[in-house]
């Protein structure tokens, strides 16, 4: 079941930033900084965690990073498992190349929750068609635009004026005129600036 109750508490539960309310994150008013302990009346006093709680609050960290059900995360680890390669690797590339998280990437939403919206409302399209599935995997070459219908709307707007000062990730491309980008290679673990450890989600998965 999808949680949906205040997203703050899923960065205060994990200790770091999950980038989960836009703006706000990147603000004094983010509440990790301000309360940088879990949420609830035992958050301050919580003991050293055991090797399989670090595996699972590891992997509970990817989980709600990029929002994806449990189920979704065991099929992806379930996949990359089965690939030639470092699986931790393979699992994070695959969570990467999700076409809500693209979105994001460019900018074009302000936060992860908010491009998913954006695609499940149709606005975005990938070479020329429409695509309103948030897991939908992205390829090298792809173009990825916003709709020209949605071109005006205002929230497309503001956030691709506030993503003109961050940097882009390396194996994207984006055009903030025409409102389009590309994907210009497959991500490699460096360019992929998460707080996870992603052995611990494999260990925690191959128990």
Known sequence: MRYTGPVCRLCRREGVKLYLKGDKCYTDKCPVQRRAYPPGQHGQSRKKLSEYGLQLRMKQRLRRIYGVSERQLENYYDAAARKRGITGEILLQT???????????????????????????????????????????????????????????????????AASGRALPEWLEFDAEKLEGSIKAVPAREQIDIPVEEHLVVEYYSR
Do not use: C, W
């Not at 998280?101 to 900018?107: E, I, T």
């Not at 897991?135 to 707007?157: C, F, H, P, T």
């Open 95 to 161: 969570l990467e190349m999700r076409l809500d998280n693209v979105v994001y990437r460019f900018g074009l939403g302000a936060s992860r929750p908010q491009a998913r919206q954006l695609v499940m409302h149709g606005h975005v399209t990938v070479n020329g068609k429409k695509v309103d599935i948030p897991s939908y995997q992205v390829r090298v070459g792809d173009v990825i635009a916003i709709r020209e219908s949605s071109r005006n709307l205002d929230v497309i707007k503001v956030n691709a004026e």
